[in-house]
């Protein structure tokens, strides 16, 4: 009888895991699409950030570089030392490098949305909504509903909303996104 090695023990179940990864999401409504020209979100940032991503019991942590000026969000995404994902957005289109690994129901216009979300004026969201949704801001909590339903709630731990620690959970989508920034 033939020993099995320890690489090929593991092989099926790495099989396993990215079939799951890649298998498709139930049913779900239509993102938002919320896409805000950079300038609307006021100030210029450049920050390091640690994201981990939770869903369905399972945790995945990413390590993000963003910048956004008058004209352009940069972001890109590391994971084990190792780019998993870039986008780059003008105001009119958005671009996206993925590492082929990466599943794809990691998209970075939801990326986008979701930093958007989080991190633009209150006021330049609403504005962009489209009919049946609102959002607003109660202190360190912002809401995000359709319908009167709650969609998402973010919560802060201080104010500029991009310092610190933000926390969005996306009730429609059913994860918990934790972004931690890098302090000055």
């Known amino acids: 009888m033939q020993r099995l090695s320890w690489l090929e023990r593991l092989a099926p179940l790495a099989a396993a895991l990215l ?32 994201l981990t991503v939770e869903r369905a019991g399972s945790t995945n ?46 998209r970075a216009a939801d990326v986008l949305e979701d930093l958007q979300l989080t991190l633009w004026p209150l006021d330049e969201i609403a504005r962009a909504l489209p009919s049946g949704w ?25 104010m500029p909303r991009w310092q610190g620690t933000a926390v969005l959970d996306n009730l429609r989508y059913r994860y918990r996104l934790t972004v931690v920034s890098a302090s000055e």
Do not use: N
């Open 19 to 50: 079939l799951a990864a890649c298998a498709a999401p139930p049913e779900t409504p239509a993102r938002l699409g919320l896409r805000l020209a950079p300038a609307t979100l006021g100030e210029t940032i450049s920050v390091q950030q640690q």
């Open 61 to 106: 942590d990413l390590v993000a570089a963003l910048e956004v000026d008058l004209e352009r969000v940069s972001l890109v995404g590391l994971a084990l030392g190792m780019r998993v994902l870039s986008l780059e957005f003008d105001g009119a289109e958005l671009t996206e490098w993925r590492h082929p690994m990466l599943p794809s129901q990691v």
């Open 134 to 158: 609102d959002i607003e801001d109660h202190g360190l909590k912002r809401t995000l509903r359709r319908d009167g339903e709650v969609v998402a709630t973010i919560t802060y731990s201080g």
